[in-house]
């Protein structure tokens, strides 16, 4: 069945430090979402993206969806204390379902 | 998000028991999700429903079963639970992309 992996599985920055987390999936996918938890929490949807290429910001935040539309990545700018939590991507292939990568958890320190 | 409750928070059992976990929604969402997260394996899919009368089965389904008893009710059963059906429970409801999750279910089957 598909699959979609993260990378890295866990990291842990200073505070002040950049951070990327990298999502692959075995299948084309026709979008994908990020979410975030807090620890102790639920997912919290973040964004969505659905073009190829497309590249879109929220603050610190830098999301990308590759041109082939398997991949993609978040990318977090000076990491603050409350960015900490565990990051997934979902990939979504056409059939209303998505599928969650592993999930990077990020702790940052102070 | 308050408007999807579950239903009990912390759930104890021993194994062969039956249990059921059970989910509301205020949000007006035909789409529902039972996933189960475990650490390092990000959030699986157990079933899906996208609406009353439909009910799919996800890629971890065995052992699982569930009933749509309304829009807004979307239970899971445990039939005989196993130790390694421990695990956390979220529910999930969306109208389209962006799914929102319950507080989650902390199961421990002993």
């Known amino acids: 069945g598909q699959q979609v992996m993260q990378i890295p599985q866990y990291q842990h920055v200073q505070e002040g430090e950049d951070f990327t987390t990298y999502c692959n999936s075995s299948?084309?996918?026709?979008?994908i979402q990020w979410y975030k938890q807090r620890p102790g929490g639920h997912p919290v949807f973040l964004i969505q993206?659905?073009?190829?290429?497309e590249v879109k910001k929220q603050k610190r935040l830098t999301f990308q969806f590759g041109e082939a539309k398997k991949n993609s990545s978040l990318h977090i700018t000076a990491t603050q204390t409350t960015d900490v939590g565990t990051y997934f991507c979902?990939?979504?292939?056409?059939?209303?379902?998505?599928?969650f990568g592993t999930g990077t958890r990020l702790l940052v320190s102070p | 998000d308050a408007d999807v409750t579950q239903t009990p928070r912390n759930r104890i059992t021993k194994t062969g028991k039956r249990i059921m976990l059970e989910c509301s929604q205020t949000?007006?969402?035909?789409?529902m999700y039972w996933y189960r997260q475990d650490p390092g394996l990000g959030l699986r899919l157990i079933y899906y429903?996208?609406?009353?009368?439909?009910?799919n089965k996800g890629e971890i389904s065995d052992g699982y079963s569930v009933s749509r008893q309304a829009q807004a009710k979307f239970s899971l059963s445990l039939e005989s639970a196993i130790p390694n059906q421990t695990a956390l429970y979220f529910c999930?409801?969306?109208?389209?992309?962006?799914?929102?999750f319950g507080p989650g279910t902390r199961l421990t089957v002993l």
């Open positions: 993206l659905v073009k190829s290429g």
């Open positions: 999930a409801t969306s109208r389209a992309d962006e799914q929102f």
């Open positions: 299948t084309t996918l026709s979008n």
């Open positions: 429903s996208f609406d009353v009368k439909d009910i």
């Open positions: 979902a990939g979504n292939t056409g059939f209303q379902k998505l599928v």
């Open positions: 949000k007006g969402h035909d789409r």
